[in-house]
């Protein structure tokens, strides 16, 4: 029975990478039939407990490669995971999108390698331009921890952007594709964020959570269409982060209800 | 016809290298260690680099290359006599290249002077700060040496310098990475841990010096065969098993059994087996026209060519 679905997943796989030519390997150590394992054991979160929808997605043109920038939100990078399979189980044909992950992640045993083989990378210039080069599709929350750790109060609230995937899309000449993740922001409200504490861990964030588990929100994608910056300015970067809000915002206006 | 001075010329690559030179080239060699099966038309010189002889050598012959090969890597050696040896020794050969007229310096580092470190991208260039002695102090003569051979890009710039920065090289060789590779059938590995890894076969790493022997350039150059994968397919490829360690309490073993001398592993070596250190070929591929004839499985495959017994008592 798991077999069946992690051979159905193993085909999607196989069919994202159809255009990297039949024996797919990747300069990064992505392992495919480790990867199909990883989604088919989240695939029931995506489908029955955060009961994702998507909107837009076909603005995605069928071929190419793309910089997917999105709000980042949560507390737990579930955003993340779900904006990918969305674009696995969505989108004709399916296409495989990579993301990048703290500078200490490669430290902590069991995780670096589930998230190397998962097709995660560690976030650098040089790492998101090869991966770009190579012609893949990344996911960049242009907002980082700032983003993921803001308070119930300051929800849909974008924080300030950084302006480094301007220039990464820019020289690499792919496309940007703007992203709104509705619902991430009310599965762990939280109060506050201690910094103090933070600070003394060496830990991003101290978010002091309402709820011990994420709660069983319905997430709303949408997905923008596809542009291209033509200068590397902050300005730029502020744009994109204007498009995004415009985007929560109307998301937020047609939502009827947090949980359906 | 071209002379050519290699230093370090006892070491199995040093004989590779000699081998497929004194075809073309009259080979000298220059080692303290005395030196087996060589073709007869090779002069070897077993010397000291920091004997003052050696200055003889460049006033016997006029050489146009050197191959400088001889850096000390033996962990066990005495600190003093590793440092003295090798900073030493190089700088006085730079000294005759620079006097003697010789036109070509080509210098073997190693891609571990970028070191294995966390927050490494996937694939270093040569412009990468030289980290490899931040937790490795074995590496830090290397890292030394580069520089001191770096510097003659601007204070001797007619000498033609270049600097070979090789990943693992993997072979018949009696160095760290294929004695590790030969451990009994169950290799240690750190367990949650499995960092992609690239090596080099010994072929590859010979064509890159006569490469650079051909070419008129100067410059760094970062060497690897083809592809990269993760370090436990590559001991799966060999037919054999991965045995977890964890970590901090391992090393701390190691620690102690290395200062005991029961094994050859020292424990700064351990973090070659938990993150990345692997390189970006482009540099060499479009300056040299280097291109890798050989898989990092065909260069597995040759370490399986020579019967070894377990160096490392596990």
């Known amino acids: ?136 599709s990344l996911l960049i929350f242009p907002e980082g921890v700032k983003g993921i750790s803001k308070i119930f109060k300051d929800r849909y609230k974008l924080a300030e952007f950084g302006s480094g995937f301007v220039r990464l899309s820019i020289e690499t000449k792919t496309p940007i594709v703007p992203v709104a993740v509705i619902g991430a922001e009310e599965q762990i409200p939280t109060f506050a964020n201690i910094k103090n504490i933070a600070n003394w861990l060496k830990i991003p964030a101290m978010p002091i959570p309402l709820t011990p588990i994420p709660l069983p929100v319905k997430y709303r994608i949408y997905f923008g269409e596809p542009f291209i910056c033509s200068d590397n300015t902050e300005e730029s970067a502020n744009k994109v982060k204007n498009i995004i809000q415009k985007m929560v915002d109307d998301g937020i206006n047609k939502r009827e209800h947090i949980f359906w | 016809m071209k002379t050519v001075l290699i230093t370090g010329i006892a070491g199995n690559l040093g004989k590779i290298l000699a081998k497929n030179l004194h075809r073309k080239c009259n080979v000298i060699g220059l080692d303290r260690r005395n030196i087996s099966v060589l073709p007869k038309d090779i002069i070897h010189y077993k010397l000291d680099i920091r004997r003052n002889r050696v200055e003889e050598i460049f006033k016997k012959h006029k050489i146009d290359t050197i191959f400088h090969l001889g850096v000390m890597h033996n962990l066990r050696e005495n600190d ?112 949650g841990f499995d960092p992609m890894m690239q090596l080099i076969h010994i072929s590859d790493l010979i064509e890159a010096f006569i490469l650079a022997m051909d070419s008129k350039k100067s410059g760094v150059y970062n060497l690897a065969s083809s592809g990269a994968e993760s370090l436990s397919k590559l001991i799966s490829y060999l037919g054999k098993k991965s045995l977890p360690l964890i970590d901090p309490i391992f090393r701390t073993i190691f620690h102690h059994l290395w200062r005991a001398r029961f094994v050859n592993f020292p424990p700064e070596e351990f973090d070659y087996l938990k993150y990345v250190c692997m390189v970006d070929i482009t540099n060499a591929k479009k300056e040299l026209n280097f291109t890798p004839k050989y898989t990092i499985f065909d260069t597995l495959d040759s370490l399986n060519r020579v019967f070894f017994h377990n160096i490392i008592p596990i």
């Open chain 1, 1 to 136: 029975m798991i077999n069946s679905f992690i051979k159905k997943n193993r085909e999607i796989l196989a069919k994202a990478t159809e255009k990297n030519g039949k024996n797919f390997s990747d300069s990064f150590g992505m392992d495919l039939d480790y990867l199909a394992k990883i989604i088919t054991f989240i695939e029931p979160f995506y489908r029955y407990y955060f009961r994702v929808s998507t909107f837009g997605i076909e603005n995605i043109p069928k071929d190419g490669n793309f910089l997917f920038i999105s709000n980042h939100s949560g507390q737990i990078p579930i955003d993340g995971v779900m904006v990918g399979l969305s674009l696995l189980f969505d989108k004709e044909p399916p296409l495989l999108l990579r993301s990048m992950v703290e500078r200490w992640v490669p430290e902590l045993p069991f995780i670096s390698t589930l998230f190397s083989k998962g097709g995660q990378i560690l976030g650098t210039q040089k790492n998101a331009k090869k991966l770009l080069e190579e012609r893949n």
């Open chain 2, 80 to 191: 003093r006599e590793h440092h003295d040896f090798n900073i030493i020794g190089t700088t006085k050969l730079i000294e005759y290249a620079q006097n003697y007229g010789v036109s070509q310096f080509i210098f073997l580092s190693s891609g571990n002077v970028y070191g294995p470190r966390a927050t490494n991208s996937q694939y270093l260039n040569e412009d990468e700060p030289l980290m490899g002695g931040a937790n490795f102090s074995e590496i830090r003569d290397l890292i030394a040496l580069d520089m001191l051979v770096s510097s003659l890009f601007w204070k001797a710039p007619q000498l033609q310098t270049v600097i070979l920065r090789p990943v693992h090289i993997v072979g018949d060789l009696q160095n760290g990475i294929s004695n590790y590779f030969r451990i009994s059938n169950k290799i240690p590995v750190l367990a």
